[in-house]
């Protein structure tokens, strides 16, 4: 029989394949059919494994109260590890009026495949972690807006934290 599947992968991964699969299929379903406010790019450094990280992020406007949706995608490379993850996370703007930049704090769930190079062969698991994010932003000219975060992850096999810096492009109404 015929399969596209290195033989490699035993059971176990493939199931953990299949879940993430299902994960990233069931959030894709529900972004598109969100209302997404911005949309934008993130990149930044990440620790343990040391990596470098780009991904995309969308706001999904407010849900629960003052506090806005921001699934992101990331992918870390480096380290001998890759790290496929996606975050559902929730950001609360904090109120100031004294400079340009608004301060948010927020949490978030990630779901992430990592895969690890070894000298015997390569290891890949699925992992879950939780997520504590803060970080700062400011509103551009152009409407676009920038922002610096941090992120603390819980886990031993995704990063222990993240650097990260972005921009957000305002959605054009039509």
Do not use: C
């Not at 406007?61 to 559902?88: R, S, Y």
């Not at 904090?94 to 070894?118: C, H, M, N, Q, W």
């Not at 031993?156 to 934290?161: A, Q």
């Not at 972005?166 to 109404?173: E, I, N, P, V």
């Amino acid at each position: 029989m015929f399969s596209v599947v290195p033989k490699s992968l035993n059971k176990v991964t493939m199931t953990k394949i299949k879940l993430l699969a299902v994960f990233l299929t069931v959030t894709a379903s529900l972004l598109t059919s969100a209302q997404a406010t911005e949309w934008g790019f993130r990149a930044g450094f990440a620790d343990d494994p040391d990596q470098v990280v780009v991904g995309a992020q969308l706001m999904l406007g407010k849900v629960l109260g003052d506090f806005q949706f921001v699934p992101n995608v990331e992918l870390g490379l480096g380290d001998d590890h890759t790290i496929l993850a996606a975050t559902a996370a929730l950001h609360y703007d904090f109120k100031t009026t004294e400079t340009g930049f608004t301060p948010y704090a927020g949490g978030g769930i990630v779901s992430g495949l990592v895969d690890r190079d070894k000298p015997k062969g390569d290891d890949t698991d699925f992992e879950l972690a939780a997520k504590a994010i803060g970080g700062l932003k400011q509103r551009l000219s152009s409407g676009n807006q920038f922002f610096m975060e941090l992120n603390l992850l819980f886990d031993d096999d995704l990063h222990d934290f993240e650097i990260l810096a972005g921009l957000t492009f305002k959605r054009q109404k039509r």
